[in-house]
């Protein structure tokens, strides 16, 4: 059994910065794709950042170009996502997800593997 659990949201105003984490257990990390989707009340959960297995190659939605920064730390099993620049509308439940096999996808419904999210609120 797969388990993320996501640490680091929280409180912050408009321009500050946030660093989230994730911590995976019970699957050898290095076998998964990892990614971060964000999902705000009455919106549908989406694409934030994704970085393949190797750590080698990263994929961020335009909204996260140039603001957000997704790493990889194999030897702890914990994914980051680096955030700067916020936004009133980076507003929004953060989730770590993985994936096992092939491309690692940006859709939602495409990865395996979710933690229960971390609750960002960035105020103006």
């Known amino acids: 059994q797969v388990q993320l659990l996501e640490s680091g949201g929280g409180l912050a105003q408009a321009g500050d910065s946030l660093t989230l984490s994730c911590v995976v257990s019970?699957?050898?990390?290095?076998?998964?794709?990892l990614g971060w989707f964000r999902q705000d009340p009455g919106k549908e959960r989406e694409f934030v950042a994704t970085i393949n297995r190797s750590g080698t190659k990263t994929n961020y939605a335009d909204f996260a170009k140039g603001r957000f920064t997704i790493s990889r730390d194999n030897a702890k099993s914990t994914v980051y996502l680096q955030m700067n620049s916020l936004k009133p509308e980076d507003t929004a439940i953060y989730y770590c997800a993985g994936h096992l096999l092939g491309e690692i996808p940006t859709k939602p419904i495409g990865m395996d593997y979710w933690g229960k999210g971390t609750l960002v609120t960035v105020s103006s």
């Open positions: 019970g699957r050898p990390f290095e076998y998964l794709g």
